[in-house]
C-alpha cells in the first residue's frame, strides 16, 4: 500500500474510533468512507460560507457583534467635545506615567474608530498592565476578549501578534481561553496558518490546559492546515488528531474532523 494511502487510512481509523462513523460497517473500504467525509466536509464548508462569511466560527463563538453594540453605547454618551477632552486626558496620563484606570481603558476600547486610536489603546494597555505588574495586583477585568475583538473588527492581525510576542508584558494581560480563540481566528483571517497553529500548541502542550476541551481552538488549528494542505500539514494534523484521541477530555467537533478528512484526501489525489 502506498504511504500517503496508509497515512490517510491511519488518519480514517482514529477517527472510526472517535465514533464519527458508528454508522458504518468496519469491513466498508476506505474510499467510500472518503466519499462520506467529502461529503461531510462540503456540507460544513458550504455552511460556513452561506452563514458566517465574515468570521469560520461564526458570531456565536467570536462575540463581535456584541462588542459592535456595545461601542454603539459608549459613543452615544461621548459627544466630539467629551470625547477630545477623554483623549486628551488619556495623553496626558501616557506622556507623564500616570495610573491607567481599567474603567478608562474599557473607555477607550470601545471609542475606538482609527488607527490612531487603536494605537492610543495600546499605549493605555501597555501602561496599566505595567502598573498592574509593579504593585502586583490581580487583574479586576479581563480584558483579552474585548480587547482582540477590537483588533479583530479593525483586521489588526500584525498587530495582534506583536502584542501576544510581548511575554512579559502585554501577553499577561491579553491571554485568555476566550481572547486566544478571537487572536486565532483573527490570525486565520489573515493568513496567518503557521501562527495558528503553533498557538494550539502551545495550548495543547500546557498542564493548565490539559484539561480544558479546546474544541474551538482545534478547529481554527486544523483549519489552517487545510488551508497550508502539504504532507507535513497532514503529519500535524494527525498527530493532533492523535494527542486528542489520547486525552479523554478532549472531543473533536466534527468540523474539526472534516477539515482533517478534507486535508487526507487533498494529499491522495
Known amino acids: ?11 480514517y481509523e482514529i477517527f472510526l474510533s472517535r465514533r464519527l462513523f458508528l454508522f458504518l460497517s468496519p469491513y466498508h473500504k476506505v474510499p467510500y ?15 460556513t460560507l452561506i ?20 461601542c454603539q453605547d459608549y459613543q452615544s454618551n461621548y459627544d466630539d467635545a467629551r470625547r477630545e477632552t477623554f483623549s486628551a486626558e488619556m495623553k496626558d496620563k501616557i506622556s507623564t506615567g500616570d495610573v491607567i484606570l481599567g474603567d478608562e481603558l474599557k473607555t477607550m476600547i470601545h471609542l475606538v474608530k482609527t488607527d490612531e486610536d487603536v494605537d492610543m489603546c495600546i499605549k493605555m ?23 482582540m475583538r477590537m483588533l479583530h473588527h479593525y483586521k489588526k492581525a500584525d498587530v495582534a501578534f506583536k502584542l501576544m510576542e510581548d511575554r512579559k508584558g502585554m501577553r499577561n494581560l491579553l491571554f485568555h481561553l476566550t ?37 474551538n481552538h482545534m478547529t481554527l488549528a486544523m483549519a489552517a492546515l487545510y488551508k497550508m494542505n502539504s504532507q507535513q500539514a497532514l503529519e500535524k494534523a494527525t498527530e493532533l488528531v492523535q494527542a486528542t484521541y489520547h486525552n479523554s477530555e478532549r472531543i473533536t467537533s466534527p468540523r474539526t474532523r472534516a477539515y482533517a478528512a478534507a486535508l487526507a484526501l487533498n494529499q491522495v489525489h
Do not use: W
Open 33 to 47: 468512507i472518503m466519499r462520506i467525509v467529502l461529503k461531510l466536509f462540503k456540507t460544513f464548508h458550504h455552511n
Open 1 to 11: 500500500m502506498p504511504p500517503k494511502i496508509k497515512e490517510v487510512y491511519r488518519l
Open 179 to 215: 481572547g486566544i480563540v478571537i487572536y486565532m481566528d483573527l490570525l486565520y483571517e489573515g493568513e496567518k496558518y503557521e501562527q495558528v497553529v503553533k498557538c494550539y500548541e502551545e495550548l495543547d502542550r500546557s498542564q493548565k490546559y490539559k484539561h480544558l476541551p479546546l474544541r
Open 51 to 70: 452563514q458566517n462569511r465574515r468570521y469560520l466560527l461564526g458570531d456565536g463563538a467570536l462575540r463581535i457583534q456584541s462588542y459592535l453594540n456595545h
Open 125 to 147: 494597555a501597555n501602561q496599566y498592565q505595567k502598573v498592574k505588574y509593579q504593585l502586583q495586583q490581580r487583574y479586576d477585568f479581563f480584558f483579552g476578549p474585548v480587547f
